[in-house]
């Protein structure tokens, strides 16, 4: 025993009680910070909603630093060790290639025990690993390494592992199970040692008031003492073993059997004697004895080894004496039988006995395993008696065609049986799978064959079939019957070729003999121009059941010949030894047989033996298998691993040591057993009358949870936003909460090991991808309160919608686009939207560069891309005919980009990069008169990225521009009264803006974005606020939006509750990639991320958009004149730099003003303390100074200085 001080430290908040999860502590420590959505204002928007349109499949708002890795936005390689709380997933490591977690345990309230292979922060994986999350401190439990860990049970502070593995105290070695004492920090072999060499631990249960249950394969103790007094309890308990469940000789298919009788014969009945009624019944007539007969000709010849009769259940029926004869040889048969008065094996031939059901049921209840089962014929067949039947085995090996059943005597007065059944123990599996058949439809005992070519009867009335090799080589597989483990010979039959003809035609076939897991046994070949029927032993040998024999064409015998048939019979399997039956060959029980139950000692179940759990469960259970239990509803679950035996052991009082046991057995094959919310997973593959099933739920009846035409072998329970996910071969996710399987790609999840402890603590190793909307048509929409919804959002089947305008309350116009499968180009329309109704305006025309509305005349105006060298255009239509009126062509590489309106003048104001009628790049459009014009003189030009109105009267355009001659100038504030360039701006980093959003009415306070950068400009100069990126950033566009502030906490001369979003993406360090930031004029914050479908860079489709949808009109429409801006001579731009005369004068009026009007308010201050407070009366100004301002600005007045 060794003492581990380095667990001291991790250990130490062992003590005390943590209440909620550690989310909290564990964000801290790798700064992980968590950002609130925005709370936004969208009561003036349709719905109050706000949308966002783009090239998405899937849509998260960012929540807290980190979450990028959890999203499936970044590919990372391996596996990590993650902690998922209240939403939040957190990379607690990276883990190496070559380590790996393979259980995870919760042990106190803050720590978890981890085992597996390789490192964990340097401490090796094999010594198990305590991690503490309140420290993040991972150490090292045990002082040796454990090969190999299958369970680990944490019982108060003591930790049971068990496993296959070799460990040493001091100088004593134990296998497969160790123990470590939390308090003492000590570990070693427990008092009985282990379980021996070879063994191995699959399950370690806690029983309530009853100790600890070590479940697996193993048959013995370690410690002489504790073994010895396994042998003592263990004889002195009468055994119990269910021998009705075992069968070693396969069921003879009755299917097509011809069967008579005398008396009333229902055949399907008799051959399948599920019923409680009789299926054959004589009635008595004339003197003497009940008799009767009955002949059953079989299809083809057989060897019966033993025949299983169900006495009739109604007291007059029953036979008393009975006889067998067979033919061809007409001789009767010399049976075997147990005697159930006795116990002791008998022999009959001419008078044998059957005994009534009550006599069967009580003597029943008085025997053992040895009683009532015994092997025979040199252990070949096993013969067996229960309340509902009796065997009887033939001494005789014969081949026989008919047998005949004469019932001599009754315990009535007439005759009658519920059914009879014969059984083999060599048995023939036909590729002809009719001849297959079993004989009750549940039952799955008969082989089945599968073929690869089209297959026909080969001569007639024969069992084989022949096929002729065309194109492709015939194969077929044959399933032996192997009911039961053991040695068997394999032999394969091939018919004649006299029969058929086909001596000539035959060839050469390769066969192959697969186990169950798929291993080769042999392979060989075989000539099939045999003249008569003959059989080639295949294999002699070991075998499990579910054999494979695969029969596939090789090559003709005469390669000369142009036709070529292959042929196949059947396969035969002879028993020659069987395993696991030792507890019928020696009536003894003195084997653990992969149970063993203890008590540690001190505790309040310790009175100085060591109980274990009755022997019934091993016993009940075939010898030296490997076994899997769980505990569930106060019940023990235990199966047969590569089996279906389940047995469900009920304590009858308040400990372990006196149990009912149930066999619920299953058809199919076990891997494990694991619990879940509502009962037990079982892993495997099963076969069950509903169909076929990958795993099994049971809560106290089985039922199918999926069938994946697979084996299901390992399984993880994890619960993630409330729903309780099961984990299947690290593929499969079936989710209990819903009932169904997670096929979603947004979610996707890779783990091989997880556990959560009572503080909703979630620690798993794997990977994983959580988004939680998706969204197939790019579109989702955003209310007030940050909730996300992805229906209800525009869609148009096979398109996406990239931008849309207001039209009234009632309608909206959308922008499409879509990419043909088999085009690389995208094409675009328009549709408008009304309840109930959409209008399709326009289709497969170029993708949407611009939209407008024209109030006036109900028009929708929009511009075009150019697509495959045909160019854009300006295209008009009138809404209330949903007609296109008009059409202005562009010339190849011209574009326009922003329209606003003069709706006065029925005129657009268009800018972008074109020449129209002599007109460049921002041009004035009447689209009455359907004629071009200059504006402003053509003072402006260059490539214009947007325009916009302010205020009614100042028109801002940004982009490329030239100004009267001036080039790169990047803002342009024009007046439109004074027809006047009031302000502008070089760029500063030689790229134009791409939009620009006006902050607040007072038109002095600016937010621009170049595709790379963000500026701010608030009435000085331009500043870059763009977001910290490391140069990783593409913005798209710019929104400007308002929160839901009931009061501003900027000092800022505006408004306050601005909020500034840019979306395209951006990659930084801190927050990996995402697609849109907000800004509140102070900090940037992540707002959220999506996951593309990549057509962006695949087919350059339009650029998404933020849609707020809202009348928008006061941004693109004004209701000026057009005669006040366009005269005679061209604008001017305002000087900078130099002030005229009269402004010099204005500036030293204003500054003698504000000499006067400070020494009046220290006169009114003096006044004011000395003078008399009754006497002053204010007199309120007729006109502020403000208005009179606005009614006679100053300039006005130099003409006058």
């Known amino acids: 025993m060794r003492l581990h001080m380095g667990l001291v430290a991790a250990l130490a908040p062992l003590g005390d009680v943590v209440r909620g999860s550690h989310l909290e502590s564990v964000a801290q420590h790798f ?555 020696h009536p003894r029980e003195k084997s653990l047989n992969g149970l063993f139950q203890y008590t540690p000692a001190g505790s309040s179940l310790d009175n100085g033996i060591q109980k274990y759990i009755n022997k019934d469960p091993q016993t009940d259970m075939p010898e030296g298998v490997s076994l899997v239990g769980q505990v569930y509803d106060g019940k023990l679950i235990l199966g047969v691993k590569s089996t279906g035996h389940i047995a469900v052991v009920t304590p009858k009082g308040t400990d372990w040591n006196d149990v009912d046991v149930t066999r619920q057995d299953v058809p199919g094959s076990l891997n494990g057993i694991s619990p879940y919310s509502k009962g037990l997973v079982f892993t495997g593959k099963f076969n069950l009358s509903s169909g076929p099933s990958s795993a099994l739920h049971y809560d106290g009846n089985f039922g199918s949870f999926f069938d994946l035409n697979s084996e299901t072998s390992s399984i993880i329970n994890m619960t993630i936003d409330g729903s309780e996910l099961l984990l299947f071969n690290n593929k499969f996710i079936y989710n209990t909460s819903t009932s169904q399987m997670l096929t979603s790609s947004m979610f996707q999840l890779s783990a091989l090991s997880a556990a959560a402890n009572s503080n909703n603590d979630l620690l798993f190793t794997g990977s994983i991808a959580d988004i939680k909307h998706g969204s197939a048509h790019g579109a989702v929409a955003l209310d007030a309160e940050g909730n996300i919804f992805t229906s209800g959002t525009p869609s148009i089947s096979g398109a996406r919608v990239h931008r849309g305008v207001y039209l009234n309350d009632t309608a909206t116009a959308y922008a499409y686009y879509s990419v043909s499968p088999n085009s690389s180009v995208a094409t675009g329309g328009v549709v408008i939207e009304t309840p109930g109704n959409n209008f399709n305006l326009s289709n497969n025309i170029a993708t949407v560069r611009e939209m407008i509305y024209v109030k006036k005349t109900n028009f929708l105006v929009i511009s075009t891309n150019e697509v495959e060298g045909t160019p854009g255009a300006l295209i008009l239509y009138d809404l209330r005919t949903l007609q296109e009126v008009a059409r202005e062509k562009l010339n190849p590489g011209e574009r326009i980009n922003s329209i606003v309106l003069f709706g006065e003048d029925n005129t657009l104001l268009v800018g972008g990069s074109f020449e129209k009628d002599g007109c460049h790049d921002l041009c004035l459009y009447n689209f009455v008169k359907r004629s071009w014009s200059a504006f402003a003189s053509g003072l402006i030009s260059g490539e214009i990225k947007q325009l916009q109105f302010v205020n009614n009267r100042n028109l801002i355009a940004v982009g490329s521009m030239t100004v009267q001659s001036r080039p790169n100038i990047l803002f342009l504030n024009f007046d439109l009264v004074r027809s006047r360039v009031v302000e502008q701006h070089e760029q500063p980093n030689g790229r134009a803006f791409n939009s620009v959003l006006t902050i607040g009415d007072s038109g002095d306070e600016y937010v621009a974005e170049d595709g790379k950068q963000v500026w701010h400009y608030s009435g000085s100069e331009w500043k870059t606020v763009t977001p910290l990126s490391g140069g990783q950033i593409r913005i798209d566009g710019i929104s400007l939006l308002m929160l839901n502030n009931p009061r501003s906490q900027n000092k800022r001369n505006r408004v306050g509750n601005e909020l500034v979003v840019i979306h395209g993406q951006m990659n930084s360090s801190e927050y990996g990639e995402i697609n849109a930031m907000h800004y509140n004029f102070e900090n940037w914050e992540p707002y959220y991320f999506t996951i593309g479908s990549s057509a962006r860079e695949e087919f350059n489709v339009p650029r998404g958009q933020i849609f707020l949808n809202q009348d928008i009109s006061r941004q693109t429409t004004t209701s000026l004149p057009l005669e006040v801006v366009v005269s005679d001579s061209p604008p001017t731009a305002e000087p900078k730099r130099k002030l005229a005369k009269g402004y010099v004068v204005l500036i030293a009026l204003g500054l003698a003003l504000a000499t006067i009007a400070l020494l009046g308010i220290i006169g009114v201050i003096l006044a004011y303390a000395f003078g008399d407070h009754n006497a002053y009366q204010p007199l309120k100004p007729r006109i502020n100074e403000d208005e009179m301002l606005k009614t006679v600005p100053p300039e006005k007045l130099m003409k006058f200085i």
């Open 31 to 585: 700064d992980i910070k968590h950002w609130q959505t925005p709370r936004l204002d969208l009561s003036a928007a349709r719905n109050e909603r706000l949308l966002v349109f783009d090239d998405f499949q899937a849509f998260e708002y960012y929540n807290y630093k980190g979450q990028q890795l959890f999203t499936g936005q970044e590919q990372h390689q391996g596996s990590s060790l993650i902690y998922y709380s209240e939403g939040t997933y957190v990379q607690l490591a990276k883990l190496d290639d070559d380590t790996v977690v393979r259980r995870i345990v919760p042990f106190g309230s803050d720590s978890f025990i981890l085992s597996g292979t390789g490192k964990l922060q340097d401490q090796r994986l094999e010594h198990q690993l305590m991690y503490n999350l309140s420290t993040l401190e991972v150490t090292e439990i045990l002082p040796q390494s454990l090969e190999s860990v299958n369970d680990i049970l944490v019982d108060g502070d003591m930790v049971y592992f068990g496993g296959q593995f070799t460990y040493s105290d001091g100088n004593k070695s134990g296998h497969s199970a160790v123990q470590w004492n939390a308090t003492s920090r000590t570990t070693s072999l427990l008092p009985f040692g282990g379980f021996g060499r070879g063994s191995s631990v699959n399950n370690i249960l806690k029983l309530s008031g009853s100790g600890v249950l070590f479940v697996g394969r193993f048959s013995n103790l370690e410690a002489a003492s504790y073994a010895e007094t396994a042998s003592v309890l263990a004889s002195t308990e009468k055994p119990q073993l269910n021998v009705t469940t075992i069968e070693t000789n396969a069921l003879t298919s009755l299917r097509y059997s011809t069967i008579t009788s005398d008396g009333h014969l229902d055949k399907g009945k008799f051959i399948c004697p599920t019923s409680n009624d009789d299926s054959w019944f004589v009635p008595h007539s004339g003197d003497g004895p009940a008799r009767g007969e009955l002949n059953i000709k079989v299809l083809h010849r057989i060897i019966p080894s033993k025949i299983r009769i169900y006495n009739s259940k109604k007291n007059g029926n029953e036979i008393k004496l009975f006889r067998i004869v067979t033919s061809p040889s007409q001789s009767i048969m010399n049976m075997t039988y147990i005697d159930p008065n006795t116990g002791e094996l008998a022999t009959c031939d001419a008078w044998c006995p059957l005994m009534p059901r009550s006599n069967l049921t009580s003597k029943a209840a008085e025997s053992g395993p040895a009683d009532v089962a015994r092997l025979v014929n040199d252990e070949k067949v096993l013969i067996k008696w229960t309340p509902d039947y009796q065997e009887f085995a033939f001494i005789n090996q014969i081949h026989m065609e008919e047998i005949k059943f004469i019932a001599l005597d009754s315990y009535g007065n007439n005759v009658g049986l519920v059914g009879v059944e014969l059984f083999q123990t060599e048995y023939d599996a036909y590729v002809n799978s009719t001849l297959n058949q079993p004989n009750c439809g549940e039952q799955q005992l008969s082989p089945f064959s599968t073929t690869a070519n089209i297959w026909h009867q080969g001569a007639t009335d024969a069992s084989y079939l022949s096929a002729n090799v065309v194109e492709s080589n015939p194969m077929v597989n044959v399933k032996p019957v192997i009911p039961h483990s053991g040695t068997y010979t394999l032999n394969l039959y091939t018919p004649g070729c006299e029969d058929d003809g086909t001596c000539d035609y035959r060839g050469i076939v390769n066969v192959t003999l697969l186990a169950s897991n798929g291993t080769t046994l042999m392979t060989r070949w075989i000539y099939q121009n045999n003249y008569r029927l003959k059989y080639d032993p295949l294999y002699t040998g070991h075998l499990d059941p579910n054999p494979t024999v695969r029969m596939e064409w090789v090559s003709p015998i005469n390669s000369a010949v142009n036709r070529k048939i292959m042929v196949a019979d059947r396969v035969s399997a002879i028993i020659d030894s069987l395993d696991g039956l030792d507890d019928i060959r």
